[in-house]
């Protein structure tokens, strides 16, 4: 197992950032073969891919949110970022840090997901 | 990007009987230099992060039960419960990792009948 847990704030307020952290616990995530992501899920509804991080640092976003997104590792601290500006109501969700195989590119599914978090927008 | 469409929205199956779903993609998601589909399906149960069932369309993770199976290729795929069980109520997902934005299919939500 490789247990992931998102932490932060549960409540932002409009137009501020959202900040989630995930930690990884069970294996070291500068060690490669995998792709590191988040996944949301506002409530009731489906699921929202929102982008990845790999150890060398490449990234890659949902254009639909990428103007707004940045994912960032901590290696030290074994753990990869989010931080979404600019939120609104409708980014209340709830927020799952995630794994996906992969080396020079992502392939495979969501094999070990966090809990999940769910962040509130609201004044 | 690739749409996932999925169908029934819902459905209710008696214990025991079978469980089909269905998902459709936009474009194909078969990979042609390995003759692979990327396509996962994932359960969902209330209160918890969606779990991994099958990879590659048709290939069943470590510790999920062999009732259930993925099937299909190109564009048209089917996850089928053999034999539904209490502890298979659930909202199922189909998700393509074929590009990205990654994308997931709308949901199917399982209930007894």
């Known amino acids: 197992q490789v247990p992931l847990q998102e932490s932060g704030p549960r409540l932002v307020k409009p137009s501020q950032t959202l900040s989630l952290t995930c930690t990884v616990s069970g294996g070291s995530i500068s060690s490669g073969g995998y792709y590191w992501s988040w996944i949301r899920q506002p409530p009731g509804k489906g699921l929202e891919w929102i982008g990845f991080i790999y150890n060398t640092g490449t990234t890659y976003y949902n254009p639909s949110l990428k103007r707004r997104v940045t994912i960032s590792l901590d290696t030290s601290k074994n753990q990869f970022s989010l931080n979404l500006n600019s939120v609104t109501a409708a980014d209340t969700a709830v927020y799952y840090c995630?794994?996906?195989?992969?080396?020079?590119?992502?392939?495979?599914?969501?094999?070990?997901w966090g809990q999940g978090t769910l962040v509130t927008v609201s004044s | 990007d690739i749409v996932m469409t999925q169908s029934p929205d819902s459905l209710a199956v008696s214990l025991g009987e079978r469980a089909t779903i269905s998902c459709k993609s936009s474009q194909s998601v078969l990979f042609n230099s390995n003759n692979k589909n990327y396509l996962a399906w994932y359960q969902q149960k209330p209160g918890q992060p969606p779990k991994l069932l099958i990879s590659w369309a048709s290939t069943r993770e470590s510790g999920v039960p062999d009732r259930y199976s993925g099937s299909g290729s190109g564009t048209d795929f089917t996850l089928t419960i053999s034999s539904l069980q209490a502890e298979d109520v659930a909202v199922y997902y189909c998700q393509q990792y074929y590009n990205t934005p990654r994308t997931f299919g709308q949901g199917t939500k399982v209930e007894i009948k």
């Open positions: 995630a794994r996906a195989p992969g080396g020079d590119i992502p392939q495979g599914g969501f094999d070990h």
